[in-house]
């Protein structure tokens, strides 16, 4: 066996409990409970196409319900395509994890239930797999044979081949090789033929694939490919991490996603001639993300992170890598994990050693990272500002270029809505565009690749500012890696957005200085975590957000919030806008946000909104040669930025 040594399997029968031997079981039912049920043809779809499209959530799953599927937030059902091809993805993802776990269930219990369900399930895969027709048709995807991406089929196979490796002594010489032969061997060529010549976490989870079932079949052509070859494990560590260890997506979502693939290989590979565990790059991966929590312990979710992705979890990656490495702070995490929740998973029981009493905890101070292309202001404790000054990261990217993300006592003000499922209409249609993300949005069109520069950066004891510049006039160099245009280059030819920020722990500053030679519409958009206040008119000033209300902005106007706590938003123009307030979905879109705007298609636009924490409503902004001047009137309290008119 690759997986776990004699000693780990010794230590893991000693720890094993009724409770986790229970929990195993409860995540398996659907299997366990049930005949054997493998598709006969390649009907599988894509996972993210079971979802509502009128609120954006997860279809409920079904065992007995292959044609019928129902919303959790309305009870309305949905079927035929591409609900029935999910739902049959679902399936052999299940299935697929249960060729493990309950390989795992079998190794420490010795119950021969879970041992004749794991051969039942790999034989029937194998009589059938070879016959699957490739299909696929899944954006920026190659195809599948069971799934309808390689992706897919990557992650169904980490999974067969890894309950194959625990059951293997079990099988008979021809059950043996029936299954090498037509799941693992014939799922290692077809990925193999469809991996991609780019940087991605596709790459990476088909290549950690390829390699874990080289290792479990002895086979160095599959272990070479994985690892050696262009594309694979070790060229995708050397060329798809930032100088500051992010993952090139810009996504802690998919960082992790990587992150996952990569550990999934070492923990077949581990001691062998394959294994990258004593190179730099693991550690600075399994570090970057945690200097990026928020008040309330999540990720920024920054670019596409499905909804319940941004929270910290993966302890089948941080158990190994405590076991590994020995960093404290990767054992703080997992004791913060546990607090919570019981350590009872499969990583903790083969892999776990004692645990630090310190919990991890929100990171403190400021976090100023160019190489990381993000900078995090965190003023006092509940509260952060996060600006997203990010290079383009691919198809996953939001074009969303000098993004702002706003805390306040611990809740998200000014939220990243992240994304729903891919398959849902809102994903195109709404979460994915500049629109909907508090930045700088032409003729309400998405921003093209750019490559954001920090101009300056300063704190004191008293504020913290930035000003960071996109400017679309200068050429960029695109990441070596497949995407398709969702952008607008003619929109925002010539442009140029320089973004002021001034954080202190009264107010935040947000001043947006925009040379628009084509006088194009420049929209200065803000989404706000809070009630917006009154009806929806007819006007849609981006699809899926409505008008509100809209005036003129003549010099400056104040705004009034119900939030988490009241919140006092105060405009100001230098030049002829338009103030817009709207309403536009949340995540999930069974709810509403206020949407803050600011328009105007001047040659050369200064707008400027000050978020009033104090909630006193007496904010006054002005200009006095160059100089843009903020002041309380009720204390006296100012502050003044240096701003071209």
Same mark, same amino acid.
């Given at each position: 066996?690759?997986?776990?040594?004699?000693?780990?399997?010794?230590?893991?029968?000693?720890?094993?409990?009724?409770?986790?031997?229970?929990?195993?079981?409860?995540?398996?039912?659907?299997?366990?409970?049930?005949?054997?049920?493998?598709?006969?043809?390649?009907?599988?779809?894509?996972?993210?196409?079971?979802?509502?499209?009128?609120?954006?959530?997860?279809?409920?799953?079904?065992?007995?319900?292959?044609?019928?599927?129902?919303?959790?937030?309305?009870?309305?059902?949905?079927?035929?395509?591409?609900?029935?091809?999910?739902?049959?993805?679902?399936?052999?993802?299940?299935?697929?994890?249960?060729?493990?776990?309950?390989?795992?269930?079998?190794?420490?219990?010795?119950?021969?239930?879970?041992?004749?369900?794991?051969?039942?399930?790999?034989?029937?895969?194998?009589? *059938?797999?070879? @016959?699957?027709?490739?299909?696929?048709?899944?954006?920026?995807?190659?195809?599948?044979?069971?799934?309808?991406?390689?992706?897919?089929?990557?992650?169904?196979?980490?999974?067969?081949?890894?309950?194959?490796?625990?059951?293997?002594?079990?099988?008979?010489?021809?059950?043996?090789?029936?299954?090498?032969?037509?799941?693992?061997? =014939?799922?290692?060529?077809?990925?193999?033929?469809?991996? =991609?010549?780019?940087?991605?976490?596709?790459?990476?989870?088909?290549?950690?694939?390829?390699?874990?079932?080289?290792?479990?079949?002895?086979? @160095?052509?599959?272990?070479?490919?994985?690892?050696?070859?262009?594309?694979?494990?070790?060229?995708?560590?050397?060329?798809?991490?930032?100088?500051?260890?992010?993952?090139?997506?810009?996504?802690?979502?998919?960082?992790?996603?990587?992150?996952?693939?990569? *550990?999934?290989?070492?923990?077949?590979?581990?001691?062998?001639?394959?294994?990258?565990?004593?190179?730099?790059?693991?550690?600075?991966?399994?570090?970057?993300?945690?200097?990026?929590?928020?008040?309330?312990?999540?990720?920024?979710?920054?670019?596409?992170?499905?909804?319940?992705?941004?929270?910290?979890?993966?302890?089948?990656?941080?158990?190994?890598?405590?076991?590994?490495?020995?960093?404290?702070?990767?054992?703080?995490?997992?004791?913060?994990?546990?607090?919570?929740?019981?350590?009872?998973?499969?990583?903790?029981?083969?892999?776990?050693?004692?645990?630090?009493?310190?919990?991890?905890?929100?990171?403190?101070?400021?976090?100023?990272?160019?190489?990381?292309?993000? #900078?995090?202001?965190?003023?006092?404790?509940?509260?952060?500002?996060?600006?997203?000054?990010?290079?383009?990261?691919?198809?996953?990217?939001?074009?969303?270029?000098?993004?702002?993300?706003?805390?306040?006592?611990?809740?998200?003000?000014?939220?990243?809505?992240?994304?729903?499922?891919?398959?849902?209409?809102?994903?195109?249609?709404?979460?994915?565009?500049?629109?909907?993300?508090?930045?700088?949005?032409?003729?309400?069109?998405?921003?093209?690749?750019?490559?954001?520069?920090?101009?300056?950066?300063?704190?004191?004891?008293?504020?913290?500012?930035?000003?960071?510049?996109?400017?679309?006039?200068?050429?960029?160099?695109?990441?070596?890696?497949?995407?398709?245009?969702?952008? @607008?280059?003619?929109?925002?030819?010539?442009?140029?957005?320089?973004?002021?920020?001034?954080?202190?722990?009264?107010?935040?500053?947000?001043?947006?200085?925009?040379?628009?030679?084509?006088?194009?519409?420049?929209?200065?958009?803000?989404?706000?975590?809070?009630?917006?206040?009154?009806?929806?008119?007819?006007? =849609?000033?981006?699809?899926?957000?409505?008008?509100?209300?809209?005036?003129?902005? #003549?010099?400056?106007?104040?705004?009034?919030?119900?939030?988490?706590?009241?919140?006092?938003?105060?405009?100001?123009?230098?030049?002829?806008? #338009?103030?817009?307030?709207?309403?536009?979905?949340?995540?999930?879109?069974?709810?509403?946000?206020?949407?803050?705007?600011?328009?105007?298609?001047?040659?050369?636009?200064?707008?400027?909104?000050?978020?009033?924490?104090?909630?006193?409503?007496?904010? =006054?902004?002005?200009?006095?040669?160059?100089?843009?001047?903020?002041?309380?009137?009720?204390?006296?309290?100012?502050?003044?930025?240096?701003?071209?008119?």
């Amino acid at each position: 066996m690759k997986q776990f040594t004699d000693a780990q399997i010794q230590l893991a029968r000693q720890r094993v409990t009724p409770e986790i031997v229970n929990a195993l079981i409860a995540r398996n039912r659907e299997v366990i409970d049930n005949d054997i049920l493998v598709p006969e043809t390649g009907c599988a779809t894509w996972n993210h196409y079971f979802f509502c499209p009128n609120h954006s959530v997860r279809l409920i799953w079904d065992r007995h319900s292959p044609g019928r599927h129902r919303c959790p937030i309305d009870g309305a059902t949905f079927s035929g395509e591409p609900y029935d091809g999910a739902w049959w993805r679902w399936l052999n993802g299940l299935n697929a994890r249960a060729c493990y776990e309950l390989a795992v269930l079998w190794l420490l219990t010795d119950d021969p239930r879970w041992l004749e369900k794991v051969v039942a399930l790999l034989m029937r895969y194998a009589q *059938f797999y070879p @016959d699957y027709e490739e299909h696929g048709g899944i954006p920026y995807n190659g195809p599948g044979k069971a799934n309808a991406q390689t992706l897919c089929e990557a992650n169904c196979h980490a999974d067969f081949a890894r309950g194959f490796d625990i059951i293997r002594g079990q099988l008979t010489q021809t059950q043996e090789r029936y299954i090498a032969e037509r799941l693992l061997c =014939c799922g290692a060529e077809f990925l193999m033929a469809h991996r =991609c010549n780019q940087i991605h976490n596709h790459e990476v989870k088909i290549g950690a694939t390829i390699g874990i079932i080289g290792a479990v079949l002895g086979n @160095d052509r599959y272990l070479d490919f994985a690892v050696r070859s262009p594309y694979g494990l070790q060229y995708q560590l050397e060329h798809a991490l930032s100088a500051g260890g992010l993952w090139f997506e810009g996504s802690v979502h998919y960082h992790y996603y990587a992150l996952e693939a990569f *550990f999934a290989f070492e923990k077949v590979a581990q001691g062998s001639r394959y294994s990258l565990l004593d190179k730099p790059w693991y550690r600075r991966m399994l570090s970057v993300p945690l200097q990026l929590l928020l008040p309330d312990m999540t990720f920024p979710a920054i670019n596409d992170c499905v909804k319940g992705q941004e929270r910290p979890g993966h302890p089948d990656i941080y158990e190994f890598a405590w076991q590994v490495y020995r960093e404290p702070e990767y054992g703080a995490l997992l004791s913060w994990l546990y607090s919570t929740r019981p350590r009872d998973n499969i990583d903790a029981l083969f892999y776990g050693v004692a645990l630090p009493e310190q919990h991890l905890q929100p990171p403190e101070g400021h976090l100023h990272a160019p190489d990381l292309g993000l #900078t995090l202001i965190r003023t006092t404790p509940g509260d952060a500002v996060c600006i997203n000054h990010l290079p383009y990261g691919g198809e996953h990217d939001h074009y969303a270029s000098l993004d702002l993300i706003v805390y306040r006592d611990g809740k998200p003000l000014l939220p990243d809505l992240g994304t729903t499922g891919y398959g849902a209409p809102l994903h195109y249609g709404y979460y994915k565009n500049t629109f909907s993300h508090s930045t700088l949005c032409v003729n309400g069109k998405n921003q093209p690749p750019s490559n954001p520069q920090v101009v300056n950066w300063a704190e004191n004891s008293a504020e913290a500012r930035l000003v960071a510049e996109v400017d679309w006039r200068q050429p960029i160099t695109m990441p070596d890696s497949k995407t398709r245009v969702e952008w @607008d280059d003619a929109a925002y030819q010539d442009v140029s957005f320089r973004r002021h920020v001034v954080v202190t722990d009264r107010w935040l500053i947000d001043v947006h200085e925009v040379d628009n030679p084509h006088q194009q519409q420049v929209d200065s958009v803000w989404h706000l975590n809070a009630a917006p206040a009154g009806d929806s008119t007819a006007g =849609c000033c981006f699809p899926h957000v409505q008008t509100i209300r809209q005036t003129p902005l #003549t010099g400056a106007a104040d705004l009034f919030y119900a939030a988490a706590t009241p919140l006092h938003v105060h405009c100001f123009s230098g030049g002829e806008t #338009t103030l817009i307030q709207a309403r536009g979905p949340d995540n999930p879109s069974t709810s509403d946000l206020a949407y803050v705007i600011l328009r105007a298609s001047q040659r050369r636009i200064v707008h400027v909104c000050v978020f009033d924490f104090t909630g006193s409503g007496e904010i =006054c902004v002005g200009w006095e040669n160059g100089t843009l001047r903020v002041e309380e009137a009720r204390s006296g309290y100012s502050c003044a930025l240096e701003v071209n008119a």
